[in-house]
Antibody, heavy 120, light 107 residues
Framework: QITLTESGPTLVKPTQTLTLTCSFSGFSLSSSDVGVGWLRQPPGKAPEWLALIYWDDDKRYSPSLKSRITITKDTSKNQVVFTMTNMDPVDTATYYC????????????WGQGTLVTVSA | DIQLTQSPSFLSASVGDRVTITCRASQGIYSYLAWYQQKPGKAPKLLIYRASTLQSGVPSRFSGRGSGTEFTLTISSLQPEDFATYYCQQLDSFPRTFGQGTKLEIK
C-alpha cells in the first residue's frame, strides 16, 4: 500500500522560503517508472501542478513558478523535498505530494495535504 | 499551456440520475486525460486515467470516453456518495493542467 505524508510549516511570512517534505512508503524512488509530484490547491479553486521528480532524478517544473521552486529527492530516506522562495499571500494553498506512475501517467495516490498560509 | 474547460461548472441532480461532465482541451492530448473526485477536506481521488481506464476499486457506474480534445465522464446512476467536485487533468504535456472543476450537488 502506497502512502504519502506532507510536513512543514503551516504559516510563513511574505518573502520567506517554504520548505515541505513528502515522506512516503510502499514504493521506492530508485525503481524505474516512478516519480513524486507536488501540487497545490488554493481554497475553493482547482488543483495546480507544481513539480515532478522521476526515479532517474529528471525533474519538471511549472513554467510559471520555475524561478521560485526546487524539487529534490533522498532515496535512502524515502523523502522528496519541495522548496518555494519569495512566498506571497497568493501562494496560500493546500500543498499535496502524489505518487506518479510514469507509464500510466497518473498521480495516485495523493497525500492528505498540508495547508500553508502566507501572512505577515 | 494546454487549457482544459469543464462543463458544466455546477450540476444539480438526484440519486439515480445519469450525469455527464465534459472536458475540452485547447489542443489535442491523445488519450492522456484523468478524472478525479474530490470531497470537502480531502485530497483528489483518481477515478479514470488514459481517458477511459477505470482505476482499481472505482465503481463501474463511472465511465470515461474521448480522445483528442473532447472527453466525458459519465456516472450511470448517482449514489449519495458521488456528490462531490470532479476535475479533469491532462497528462500529455507539461505543465500538467487541470480543468476548473464541476461541483455535483444534490437536487
Amino acid at each position: 500500500q502506497i502512502t504519502l505524508t506532507e510536513s512543514g510549516p503551516t504559516l510563513v511570512k511574505p518573502t520567506q522560503t517554504l520548505t515541505l517534505t513528502c515522506s512516503f512508503s510502499g514504493f521506492s524512488l530508485s525503481s524505474s517508472d516512478v516519480g513524486v509530484g507536488w501540487l497545490r490547491q488554493p481554497p475553493g479553486k482547482a488543483p495546480e501542478w507544481l513539480a515532478l521528480i522521476y526515479w532517474d532524478d529528471d525533474k519538471r517544473y511549472s513554467p510559471s513558478l520555475k524561478s521560485r521552486i526546487t524539487i529534490t529527492k533522498d532515496t535512502s530516506k524515502n523523502q522528496v523535498v519541495f522548496t518555494m522562495t519569495n512566498m506571497d499571500p497568493v501562494d496560500t494553498a493546500t500543498y499535496y505530494c502524489a505518487h506518479y506512475y510514469y507509464d500510466l501517467r497518473t498521480f495516485d495516490p495523493w497525500g492528505q495535504g498540508t495547508l500553508v498560509t502566507v501572512s505577515a | 499551456d494546454i487549457q482544459l474547460t469543464q462543463s458544466p461548472s455546477f450540476l444539480s441532480a438526484s440519486v439515480g440520475d445519469r450525469v455527464t461532465i465534459t472536458c475540452r482541451a485547447s489542443q489535442g492530448i491523445y488519450s492522456y486525460l484523468a478524472w478525479y473526485q474530490q470531497k470537502p477536506g480531502k485530497a483528489p481521488k483518481l477515478l479514470i486515467y488514459r481517458a477511459s481506464t477505470l482505476q482499481s476499486g472505482v465503481p463501474s457506474r463511472f465511465s470515461g470516453r474521448g480522445s483528442g480534445t473532447e472527453f466525458t465522464l459519465t456516472i450511470s446512476s448517482l449514489q449519495p456518495e458521488d456528490f462531490a467536485t470532479y476535475y479533469c487533468q491532462q497528462l500529455d504535456s507539461f505543465p500538467r493542467t487541470f480543468g476548473q472543476g464541476t461541483k455535483l450537488e444534490i437536487k
